[in-house]
Nanobody, 117 residues
Framework: QVQLVESGGGLVQPGGSLRLSCAASGFTFSSYAMRWYRQAPGKERELVAGISSTGGSTNYADSVKGRFTISRDNAKNTVYLQMNSLKPEDTAVYYC??????????WGQGTQVTVSS
């Protein structure tokens, strides 16, 4: 069955960095785009970044452009989110997402990122 397992979250000071990983299994990872979302307390889940199946195309929310980088390793069935210059407003649960079709999505369990001094 499909599994998306995130890791790499934690507590970091403002200005710090974290790298999230999402290990995927149960589908042909290299054939699909992947995405990262986040949800802060009391807010709706929002798209943070997306990457094409080959990694040749990426897109970002305006709020993270220039600070976050999405990448993937198709040999390892893993997608990453490198987060630099973190701000308190980046505090959220971060979710890996596989958009199998326009109406069918799979989610990981999420990993907490807390940016605080």
């Amino acid at each position: 069955q499909v599994q998306l397992v995130e890791s790499g979250g934690g507590l970091v000071q403002p200005g710090g960095s974290l790298r999230l990983s999402c290990a995927a299994s149960g589908f042909t990872f290299s054939s699909y785009a992947m995405r990262w979302y986040r949800q802060a307390p009391g807010k709706e889940r929002e798209l943070v970044a997306g990457i094409s199946s080959t990694g040749g195309s990426t897109n970002y929310a305006d709020s993270v452009k220039g600070r976050f980088t999405i990448s993937r390793d198709n040999a390892k069935n893993t997608v990453y989110l490198q987060m630099n210059s973190l701000k308190p407003e980046d505090t959220a649960v971060y979710y890996c997402n596989w958009p199998k079709t326009i109406v069918l999505y799979y989610w990981g369990q999420g990993t907490q990122v807390t940016v605080s001094s």
